[in-house]
Every structure is written in C-alpha cells, then in structure tokens.
C-alpha cells in the first residue's frame, strides 16, 4: 500500500490527535503486512576431491526453530567471482541439489541466493574442502567440547553471551597447520548460520560442519556420526584424530579407528567408566596441547 506524500499529509492534518495515531498505527500494519516474510537457506557443506563431482545441497525453510519447509522456491549458486554455477526449484521438503565440480584445492565458497516475492532471506554459504586423498582430518564436536555451554542454554543466549571452552580456539588452530578440521555437531541444522557465525567470532579455524537433522539422518547421534565418519574415510583414509565430551562421541570414533579424546561434560562425567577401550578421557584443553603436540 502506497499513498502520495501530499496525499497523506492532506489526511493526517485532517485528523484529530487519536484518529491520527490510529491511522498511523494501521498504516504500518499494512506496510508490515506487504512485505516478504523471512525465510532460511541452509547450504551445507562438503568435502571433496579435486575434479570430481560433487552435490551442493539446500535447504529452504521459513524462519525460526520450528519453520516449514518451502517447496517450488527458486534458489541460484554463485562462485566466488560471482560466476552462476546453477540453479533450481525446491522439492516438497525445502531441498535443492545441484552438481558441481571444483578444480582447485583448498577451501571453496559457494553461495545461494534465494529469489522469491514472497520470502526473503540472507544467502548462505557452503564451504568446500577440496582436498588430496592424504589429507589429515580431524573431527571435533562442539556443545560442551569447544563451547562452554549446554546445548539448552545455547538456543536462548546471543553468541556473544556464549564462551568457548579455555584454550579451544587456540589449540584447534594449532592442530590446523597439519590437519582439516571438521566440526561434527549433534545440533540441527537450522541453527547451521549462528552456529558458524559464533566459531568465526570466537577464532576457530575454517573448516566444514555437519549438522544433524533428524528428518534425514539417523535420530541416534552417535549413529550419524559414525556413519558420516565411514562417509567421509571412503575417500579420505587420514582421519586420525576425533575430539568430544560424550561416550556416544568416543564409541562413534573408535568405531572409525581414530584417537578419541573425551573431555568429558558434567552430565557425562558419572559414565566414565563406559567409555569405550582406548578412548583417552581428559579434563582441559591444554591436556589436549600436550597429547597432540
């Protein structure tokens, strides 16, 4: 809705103070009401190898915890130059997928863009690990591993309210210089743009992270990790090192033959003594410094 300026002045000079208020309390519920609802786009991330083709995927919902898929929604990829690599429609359930093939090594970014008059919303990012056959990996969890914070409290406390746990950012960038490191979170994947807004904010090193999402993955967490772990070593046979706080965390790694390393949350400190044989359990960050360098 929009009225000529001398239009509208004519009207509110016409009005008395209460009659004024309320036409312009209407007037910007319907200027509130006109405009695009806000929406969501996950892209999620990958690693890949050199020359081969790889499945960018999105997905696109409405926004908030709780938000509905939105199928037949154009989304559109752009490289780093600003070069479109594809686009698409979204399916029933949100999700969008496109073949892609990165000739460089290193780390890529992608970016999709979501076109609609109805909704809008912030482009999202994938990474991409391109990477050699012999790369170096290592899995890190992220509730109650490198951020000190129950997953419960970190849905209703702003990234700035939320501490890393002592000594993570720098140890991880350390352990950066010889391995990817590949963040691996029980989280869901709509929490995927704080989530990588608050490890940029705290100085973690750049890496790709997986979401959980319970409509496509297996509800138990220790099983989608280990099963995103098998993934990934199909191709990548150095994935040595796996860091958490759970025994779930230390069964999925030593199921995949990495070193675990247990930093143990308060709520998983009473099931020490199941965790499994050769998982090391220790109480600091700095332990982790002295084990691994």
Request: hydrophobic share 35%; proline share 6%.
């Given at each position: 809705?929009?009225?000529?300026?001398?239009?509208?002045?004519?009207?509110?000079?016409?009005f008395s103070n209460l009659k004024r208020t309320s036409f312009l309390l209407c007037l910007l519920f319907l200027v509130g009401c006109s405009g695009p609802k806000q929406a969501q786009i996950t892209a999620?991330?990958?690693?890949?190898?050199?020359?081969?083709?790889?499945?960018?995927?999105?997905?696109?919902?409405?926004?908030?915890?709780?938000?509905?898929?939105?199928?037949?929604?154009?989304?559109?990829?752009?490289?780093?130059?600003?070069?479109?690599?594809?686009?698409?429609?979204?399916?029933?359930?949100?999700?969008?997928?496109?073949?892609?093939?990165?000739?460089?090594?290193?780390?890529?970014?992608?970016?999709?863009?979501?076109?609609?008059?109805?909704?809008?919303?912030?482009?999202?990012?994938?990474?991409?690990?391109?990477?050699?056959?012999?790369?170096?990996?290592?899995?890190?969890?992220?509730?109650?591993?490198?951020?000190?914070?129950?997953?419960?409290?970190?849905?209703?406390?702003?990234?700035?309210?939320?501490?890393?746990?002592?000594?993570?950012?720098?140890?991880?960038?350390?352990?950066?210089?010889?391995?990817?490191?590949?963040?691996?979170?029980?989280?869901?994947?709509?929490?995927?743009?704080?989530?990588?807004?608050?490890?940029?904010?705290?100085?973690?090193?750049?890496?790709?992270?997986?979401?959980?999402?319970?409509?496509?993955?297996?509800?138990?967490?220790?099983?989608?990790?280990?099963?995103?772990?098998?993934?990934?070593?199909?191709?990548?046979?150095?994935?040595?090192?796996?860091?958490?706080?759970?025994?779930?965390?230390?069964?999925?790694?030593?199921?995949?033959?990495?070193?675990?390393?247990?930093?143990?949350?308060?709520?998983?400190?009473?099931?020490?003594?199941?965790?499994?044989?050769?998982?090391?359990?220790?109480?600091?960050?700095?332990?982790?410094?002295?084990?691994l360098y």
């Open positions: 809705m929009v009225l000529p300026q001398q239009t509208l002045l004519t009207t509110l000079k016409n999620y991330d990958q690693i890949t190898l050199p020359n081969e083709e790889a499945t960018l995927q999105v997905k696109v919902r409405s926004k908030g915890l709780f938000g509905k898929n939105l199928k037949n929604k154009k989304v559109s990829f752009f490289d780093s130059t600003e070069k479109k690599i594809g686009e698409g429609i979204t399916q029933k359930n949100g999700t969008l997928s496109i073949r892609y093939t990165p000739t460089q090594q290193g780390f890529l970014k992608v970016e999709a863009r979501l076109h609609s008059e109805k909704y809008s919303a912030t482009p999202s990012t994938h990474l991409l690990r391109v990477a050699k056959p012999d790369t170096k990996f290592l899995v890190v969890d992220i509730d109650n591993t490198i951020s000190d914070i129950s997953p419960i409290l970190m849905l209703v406390n702003e990234n700035i309210n939320i501490p890393p746990v002592k000594g993570a950012p720098e140890t991880l960038q350390q352990l950066s210089k010889e391995h990817t490191i590949i963040y691996m979170t029980g989280r869901d994947d709509v929490l995927s743009p704080k989530t990588k807004a608050w490890l940029k904010r705290n100085g973690f090193p750049e890496g790709p992270v997986f979401f959980w999402d319970f409509m496509r993955t297996p509800l138990s967490k220790k099983k989608y990790k280990s099963e995103l772990i098998e993934l990934i070593g199909r191709k990548f046979q150095l994935i040595q090192i796996g860091i958490g706080n759970s025994v779930g965390d230390a069964a999925a790694y030593i199921a995949n033959g990495l070193q675990a390393i247990i930093l143990l949350s308060p709520e998983e400190k009473n099931r020490a003594n199941r965790l499994p044989r050769g998982a090391k359990k220790v109480n600091s960050w700095q332990e982790i410094q002295q084990l």
